[in-house]
């Protein structure tokens, strides 16, 4: 929406200034877009005047003029018919931009005789089109600034131009009276009273209107007309062109220039009709198959069936709503006119334009919906505007149909306006809020204006009120909490959990992922899924058709899309639900982390080696310690069939898994696209139990104060026995002393089976003891020493290395 101050100024009375307007406006929800000054093309020129102008030696149509500046006298050829002596000009200098021609003035030479700058026309400084003469102001002074002359004389020339948004719920803002309201309700000034004089008719309209059975109760129901004859069309006065210009309209002819000057200036869209091409009288109907129309823009629209069309006996000669017919449009000859205003329903003028494709600023108001009750009153003004400015005589009204009634009144509860808003608004400012909007307020029922379809409810009435009140006005005030004392924790047990595993990962050098819970059917598969019991009923792509059972597909399905990318050392994790079947229950929370590539980047110290197996493991024990799972876990070899069988362990509880590891198996990378080496990790954030004690402090801090004891050893055993065995072993000989027990070396290979016989391996361990009433002497830590021997023998067969 696009309007200039001064237009504003028309319907308020104020004495703010542009940028009181500007701020309120953006303030009242209407946004204000841009701001052009138009002034400031204009701001070098000034006034002079011309003391001599004489024949041009060189040429027939020059004159070589004697001007009086502000810096004294000056030499300029001009070519205008009008230049004289005694005529007040504008003057524009060497140096200055003359816009209407894109140029900047330099001194010249014109057929051998020197210039210093030029005198102006109005299309050179883009005030019109008028160029056959140089300007002749009727007044001003020599020096002074053509802007304040303009500002003084012709303020429509000069006013700052305001773009604003409109949001679709306002369709009365889509016209200047309609932001003066706003303006005048903020306090801003005083909304002008319409001066509403009917025209009384001086003969019966040779045109008649007829409402069609198919439009009369939606589409059209109300339409009025008017015939005026004896019109002159020529070009509209300069007042009414620059407004149009302003907002970048271009002037065409009185008529035309008056409906667009309404449909801007108070939202009410009109259509004038050459009454010499109307044959016989008007019908409002649907459109029939096979018509077509020839519009005003010059193009041929096929009509469809349903498309509310303004036809007479030769056919179709208007859109409803849209836009008018060429075949019956004014043109300069046009002598007797007939005017509509009409009230076309929005569904059915936006669902015509979409089909037609015409954008228009008479479908973009209908569409929205404008004041139905104003029909009437707007033929009235646009008569009135037509007969001031054309002249003519004015037929009596034609009327068909009614207006629709749009009565409905809404609640207002003050107190709760003060509730809802959070701002103390007196019960006399809410009313006079509404009233200086044009509510009718009958006790505390407020019934909205007709131009208003946007109110439908108690809510838009405080909206309304908090509107125009400002919302700026609002102090921030700390909520006051429900239940003194220390407030209860918000997150679920499970969600901080959750929580503690997405920072324990993220710590750990994982980026996060967050992939689709539906996955092909073909990955699905690989990874315990793609059953029917988890298929999509409607997938909204074929590599969406199945819920995913595991994380695992959508990290690698990231992985393969990273390194396609370049990117090949990747440690992507995700937290999220996977899903095992589609009845409740059936849905688990998993923490899946995954190790693409190398440990490190590439550096002169050899640091870089392939991720291993080792590298997923200590991940998830870091994990779940985290989330508080105990120290100790039992590992054993049960983990899913996508891992690899002889590089992948399982975490648990006796039978209770909670976690599992390892090297991802070469057919499961091959089939998601993978380059290797790849492990990765899967800990069960919900089998992990919680602690049986809850209390909001840590256990208290447990230091030995006795010296511990290392020793290690060193068994023979067979290549097949698993470390874990061994360690298991020894942790058990005596759970009282042995703190800790690791695997510090592993002897394998040729030189092993050829020292210590085929088939063999050797293990090592330190085995760490933590006294706690006393020190151990030798004899006791002989005796460990020995219990640790026999137990890894009886648990492994091995034997301690000589």
Not at 186 to 195: E, H, N
Not at 297 to 308: H, M
Not at 331 to 345: C, G, I, L
Request: charged share 25%; aromatic share 6%.
């Amino acid at each position: 929406m696009k309007f200039t101050l001064s237009w504003l100024k028309d319907h308020l009375e104020t004495e703010a200034s542009l940028d009181e307007i500007l701020y309120a406006l953006t303030d009242l929800g209407l946004e204000v877009e841009e701001v052009q000054d138009r002034a400031a093309r204009l701001a070098p020129f000034t006034l002079a005047k011309v003391l001599e102008a004489t024949q041009h030696p060189d040429a027939d149509r020059l004159r070589v003029c004697r001007v009086l500046t502000d810096e004294g006298e000056r030499q300029i050829v001009c070519g205008a018919p009008n230049a004289r002596a005694g005529i007040t000009v504008v003057l524009a200098k060497p140096g200055d931009y003359v816009p209407g021609i894109d140029v900047t003035l330099g001194v010249g030479k014109i057929r051998g005789v020197e210039s210093h700058g030029m005198m102006a026309s109005e299309r050179e400084l883009e005030l019109s089109d008028e160029h056959n003469g140089i300007i002749e102001l009727p007044s001003g002074e020599v020096g002074e600034k053509f802007t304040d002359w303009l500002a003084a004389n012709r303020p429509g020339a000069v006013d700052p131009m305001i773009y604003i948004k409109i949001t679709p719920n306002r369709p009365d803002a889509l016209g200047v009276r309609g932001l003066a309201r706003d303006l005048a309700a903020r306090g801003l000034g005083r909304l002008k009273a319409l001066d509403i004089q009917p025209v009384k008719g001086g003969f019966d309209s040779p045109i008649s209107v007829t409402l069609a059975d198919d439009v009369k109760d939606r589409a059209c129901p109300h339409f009025v007309g008017r015939y005026i004859r004896g019109v002159r069309n020529g070009p509209s006065p300069v007042w009414l062109q620059e407004r149009l210009k302003a907002i970048g309209l271009r002037p065409i002819s009185t008529l035309v220039d008056i409906t667009n000057l309404f449909t801007f200036d108070l939202n009410r869209p009109l259509h004038v009709f050459d009454a010499e091409k109307v044959k016989g009288g008007l019908t409002v109907r649907q459109a029939r198959a096979g018509e077509e129309l020839l519009a005003l823009d010059g193009k041929s629209y096929a009509l469809a069936p349903g498309i509310t069309v303004i036809a007479d006996e030769a056919g179709v000669e208007s859109l409803g709503g849209i836009m008018g017919g060429e075949n019956s449009g004014c043109s300069e000859e046009t002598k007797n006119v007939f005017v509509e205003a009409a009230y076309f329903d929005p569904i059915v003028t936006a669902t015509s334009g979409r089909a037609l494709k015409i954008n228009s600023d008479a479908r973009y108001r209908f569409e929205r919906g404008i004041d139905p009750a104003f029909t009437r009153d707007g033929m009235e003004l646009a008569t009135r505007l037509i007969l001031d400015l054309c002249g003519g005589e004015a037929s009596g009204i034609v009327e068909a149909g009614a207006p629709i009634d749009t009565t409905r009144a809404y609640r207002l509860d003050p107190r709760r306006v003060v509730s809802l808003v959070g701002m103390d608004i007196a019960e006399g400012e809410q009313r006079a809020t509404l009233e200086a909007l044009g509510f009718t307020l009958r006790g505390d029922m407020a019934s909205p204006p007709s131009w208003r379809p946007d109110i439908l409810g108690e809510a838009d009435l405080v909206e309304e009120v908090a509107r125009i009140a400002s919302l700026t006005r609002l102090e921030g005030t700390p909520m006051r909490r429900a239940r003194p004392g220390v407030p209860k924790p918000i997150l679920t047990p499970m969600q901080m959990r959750e929580k503690a595993a997405r920072r324990t990962m993220a710590a750990l050098g994982y980026n996060e992922c967050v992939t689709y819970s539906f996955i092909d059917g073909t990955s699905a598969a690989l990874f315990g899924g793609g059953t029917d019991a988890v298929r999509i009923e409607n997938p909204i792509s074929s590599e969406m058709t199945h819920m995913r059972p595991d994380l695992m597909p959508g990290l690698l399905q990231a992985a393969a899309r990273n390194q396609a990318r370049g990117f090949m050392d990747l440690a992507l994790f995700e937290v999220g639900p996977v899903f095992a079947g589609g009845e409740p229950g059936e849905q688990g929370l998993q923490a899946t982390g995954l190790l693409v590539g190398g440990s490190a980047p590439r550096d002169p110290y050899g640091s870089r080696r392939p991720v291993d197996v080792f590298d997923a493991k200590a991940d998830a024990e870091a994990v779940l310690a985290a989330l508080g799972a105990p120290a100790k876990v039992q590992i054993s070899r049960k983990a899913a069939a996508w891992f690899h069988p002889g590089r992948s362990g399982a975490m648990g509880l006796g039978p209770n898994a909670i976690a599992s590891f390892g090297e991802l198996h070469p057919k499961v990378l091959r089939a998601m696209d993978v380059k290797g080496p790849a492990v990765a990790f899967t800990v069960l954030i919900e089998a992990v139990p919680f602690p049986k004690a809850r209390t909001a402090t840590r256990p208290a801090l447990r230091l030995a104060d006795l010296q511990a004891v290392e020793r290690d050893f060193a068994f023979v055993v067979d290549r097949g026995v698993e470390a874990l065995t061994l360690v298991n072993a020894a942790q058990g000989a005596d759970k009282a002393l042995v703190e800790s027990v690791a695997v510090f070396d592993q002897f394998v290979g040729e030189k092993a089976e050829a020292q210590m016989g085929a088939g063999k391996k050797s293990l090592a361990i330190t085995v760490r003891l933590q006294p706690q009433d006393k020190t151990l002497t030798d004899d006791e830590i002989e005796a460990v020493s020995a219990k640790i021997v026999e137990k890894v023998t009886r648990a492994t067969g091995g034997v301690l290395r000589g």
